[in-house]
């Protein structure tokens, strides 16, 4: 059973969030906009995490003294293309999440900033911090002062 | 008996419980001998009639295990004991 890792959480809703207020202004067809960053994601995801079971079984196939690829068709392997599926996955929903909460809510802005993600983002940040005990105010403007810069990224690239 | 490395990430319960699941293999014992990071030192012992080896042996391989050697085969009408001065203990 593969863990479901953390920094997936906070990856995916970060870089979907961001990168939707950064394109979104430059793109008249929001569920488009979506898509791609939905599906950049879940393949970056992928390959990333394939990539580092692959490493991984190299590393075991080294220490068993066995040849190159001697795992390649063995459960080892399936299952660590399981577990990057599994990774790339979450990460695709993650984005989706934070992607189509960007685009449907951006319509609402103060000067160039869209509220809600922003708050959506500061709370995120917010509930972080909670994770690892950090300071939920820090966190909290952190994400806000990131969000606001993505969003003004985005206003300016308009523009161009 | 089989001496055999597998990685410390593969569970030797399911190991066992896929070796029982062998033709002919009535029973199985898993001893790990050997732990390293990642690695595991094992004698895997497998009894049973008309044992099919070369179902263990892919079982074992596909687990990511490499059988280093087959240290005792008993085969035929009765057990033979060896005399226990042709045997270097390990």
């Known amino acids: 059973m ?5 920094r997936y959480l906070v990856l995916g809703f970060l870089d979907s969030v961001l990168t939707t207020l950064v394109l979104g202004d430059s793109m008249p ?9 939905t599906i950049i994601n879940l393949i970056t995801a992928f390959m990333a995490e394939y990539v580092e079971e692959r490493s991984s079984l190299r590393h075991i196939e080294r220490q068993l003294l066995m040849r190159r690829g001697s795992l390649l068709r063995t459960s080892l ?11 790339g996955l979450m990460f695709g929903a993650v984005s989706l999440v934070g992607s189509a909460i960007t ?15 922003i708050v959506a983002l ?5 509930l972080m911090s909670k994770y690892f005990g950090g300071n939920a105010a820090f966190w909290f403007i952190l994400y806000v002062i990131l969000g606001v810069i993505a969003s003004f990224t985005g206003h300016v690239i308009s523009r161009l | 008996m089989l001496d055999v490395d597998i990685p410390s990430n593969i569970s030797t319960v ?12 009535k029973a199985v014992n898993i001893t ?21 080896y070369d179902e263990i042996r892919r079982v074992i391989e596909d687990s990511g295990g490499a ?12 057990v033979v004991e060896i005399n226990k001065y042709f045997v270097r203990e390990k």
Do not use: C
């Open chain 2, 32 to 52: 790990v001998t050997d732990t390293d990071v990642e690695v595991l030192g094992l004698i895997i012992v497998v009894e049973g009639d008309g044992i099919n």
């Open chain 1, 103 to 117: 685009v449907l809510s951006m319509g609402i802005k103060v000067l160039w900033i869209p509220i809600i993600p």
């Open chain 2, 67 to 78: 059988i280093r050697s087959v240290d005792q085969v008993i085969a035929g009408e009765y």
């Open chain 1, 2 to 6: 593969v863990l479901i890792d953390n």
């Open chain 2, 14 to 25: 399911e190991l066992a419980e896929k070796l029982s699941r062998v033709s002919g293999v």
């Open chain 1, 122 to 126: 500061g709370s995120f940040g917010t």
């Open chain 1, 29 to 37: 067809n929001d569920a488009r906009l979506v898509f791609i960053v």
């Open chain 1, 77 to 87: 392997h399936r299952r660590a293309i399981y577990d990057a599926l599994i990774k």
